[in-house]
């Protein structure tokens, strides 16, 4: 305000402005509002979400990265929340919910102590100062594991598919996860992008499985092609298999039959021609990534030879890496050794649809898995089950460890950060003690989305934990038992990468004390010739006055 009493305005008095405690607690209100859509939906027993677009498709999962993905959250707020369980996502793959549910309580518990007095900048600092130490005794607990303890890796999927697949088929399909993932595995790295996962609706689950090398969704073009070739050589071509156009227009003048006859057999031996090359070159299988002319395709096939056309660039690449083969531009210069081979071809056709299985070969840098269920919506939600369950595996396979899950490597971390929390002096210590109480909210929820008394649960798993580190809930009896001797382990990286996504957003948010929202003000229209644009410079233009 000046010294005539009049105030000053800097903003516009027209925006939208939220300032101190009331833009904290709308920030913490919007965190938390994310944190319970998900919350039902941690661990075994968790509960599933029904998602409906606005085409009326639906999706029915209890995957907290799918869930938060598909939502439509404006709140800025609440966008960063997701935005903890992207990062979970890209990073490890697993423990999305548990990140969105750990950073809520942190908000929550931060807001209770805003409320006595404490202010936010001194949450933060013991939040940091906690999530440091967290980190080290997550490392600290973390057991040794690595593509020799197959047995292990499989555990690992088996947690991570628990709750979202059907138990029934948990242990085949973390060893189809297990053995995808270490066949791509190579120099401490496992690259998910050349393990393919397709999709066939109409089978039983349990007839999911892992091939050691490409399946395409192609068949042979002749509907006499052999179903199954034994050692095929296979062929790569990526140039047309067809009579080619002219670039410009071009008319041919024929006057009797006979050059009629004539002009068709020189096209027809333009390209057998092409098709000699590749039976010259030993190949008994032929894709192509461009077009292929029917009479190639017959051609071939009277010699015994499966041929398809237009396969996907990227379907050449995974035929390529698995099978070794080199895809050829110029049909004059395949030879013997541009073909990849493989130890069976086999085509699951029904008419002119189906699927081409290149098996057992040898070496492969691509390998597939073949999702199979009665439903879209059953596939669909393997496919997630899978995706994290390769993730986690990767994990693993490059970290070499893993910690005990079912909340057990969680409570152990809280209480230590507990004992931790009175070493340190001033009101640091009260937020330190309460990053262990959220801590604790992730078992808690465990046990109360299984239908366990929570209270009770958290009590016997705190006692159990004076004489066994690794204690963790056993959701079937209510007990703490050792998690590392059930099978229920989580990557180190999974617990790590919580934390320090957790804490981050926690403290994004208790940093911000006032939200500034701009209305945008549309500009008046302006005719084109009174554009500054249209003028020659900045001058005025010249006038004609009579006197």
Do not use: W
């Not at 935005?83 to 209770?112: M, Y």
């Amino acid at each position: 305000m000046d010294k005539g009493g009049q105030p000053i305005f800097i903003i516009d008095p027209n925006k939208e402005q939220t300032k101190g405690r009331d833009a904290l607690s709308m920030n913490i209100a919007a965190a938390k509002a994310v944190a319970t859509i998900v919350k039902s939906t941690l661990g075994p027993r968790g509960m599933d979400k029904m998602l409906v677009n606005p085409l009326g498709d639906i999706t029915i999962t209890n995957d907290g990265a799918t869930i938060l993905h598909d939502m439509d959250i404006e709140h800025p707020t609440a966008k960063m929340i997701v935005e903890v369980a992207q990062s979970l996502e890209n990073s490890a793959g697993d423990g999305t919910t548990s990140a969105v549910v750990f950073t809520g309580a942190l908000l929550e518990k931060a807001e209770a102590l805003i409320e006595k007095g404490v202010h936010p900048a001194v949450v933060v600092k013991g939040y940091r100062l906690a999530a440091e130490k967290a980190v080290e005794m997550f490392e600290n607990l973390a057991v040794s594991a690595g593509e020799e303890d197959r047995d292990l890796l499989v555990k690992t999927a088996s947690t991570s598919i628990t709750g979202k697949a059907s138990e029934k088929y948990n242990r085949l399909v973390a060893e189809l996860c297990v053995s995808a993932v270490l066949a791509i595995h190579e120099g401490g790295k496992a690259d998910l992008k050349h393990i393919i996962l397709t999709k066939d609706v109409g089978r039983r689950v349990e007839d999911t499985e892992f091939v050691e090398g490409v399946v395409i969704d192609k068949v042979a073009l002749d509907k006499n092609s052999p179903l199954k070739i034994v050692n095929p050589n296979i062929a790569l071509i990526d140039t047309p298999m067809e009579t080619g156009k002219t670039a410009n227009k071009a008319k041919l003048q024929i006057s009797t039959v006979s050059e009629i006859e004539n002009f068709v057999k020189q096209e027809d031996a333009a390209l057998f021609e092409m098709a000699d090359y590749i039976i010259r070159a030993g190949a008994n299988a032929v894709f192509c990534s461009k077009g292929m002319d029917d009479k190639v395709a017959a051609y071939l096939q009277s010699r015994g030879i499966y041929a398809t056309r237009r396969v996907k660039t990227d379907d050449m690449q995974h035929l390529a890496d698995a099978t070794g083969g080199r895809p050829v531009r110029n049909i004059k210069e395949l030879t013997e050794k541009e073909l990849g081979h493989a130890g069976l071809l086999e085509q699951d056709r029904d008419e002119d649809q189906g699927k081409t299985y290149l098996r057992d070969c040898k070496g492969a840098k691509s390998v597939s898995i073949v999702l199979r269920g009665g439903t879209e919506h059953v596939v669909d939600n393997l496919e997630r089950a899978i995706d994290d369950a390769l993730r986690v595996v990767k994990c693993v396979v490059e970290d070499g460890k893993v910690v005990a899950g079912g909340g057990a490597s969680e409570m152990e971390v809280a209480l230590s950060i507990r004992s931790y929390a009175s070493s340190i002096g001033g009101r640091e210590q009260t937020a330190i003690t309460a990053f262990a109480e959220a801590l604790e909210e992730i078992p808690r929820t465990i046990a109360r989305n299984a239908g366990l008394d929570a209270i009770d649960s958290i009590l016997n798993l705190r006692a159990k934990h004076a004489e066994n580190k690794n204690a963790g809930l056993n959701i079937q009896t209510g007990a703490a038992e050792d998690m590392l001797e059930k099978g229920v382990v989580d990557p180190l990286r999974v617990k790590v990468n919580t934390i320090k996504a957790g804490s981050e957003a926690a403290a994004m948010v208790l940093r911000v004390d006032s939200m500034l929202r701009a209305q945008r003000a549309d500009m008046q229209e302006v005719k084109p010739e009174h554009m500054a644009s249209t003028y020659d410079g900045m001058s005025a233009p010249a006038l004609n006055m009579r006197r």
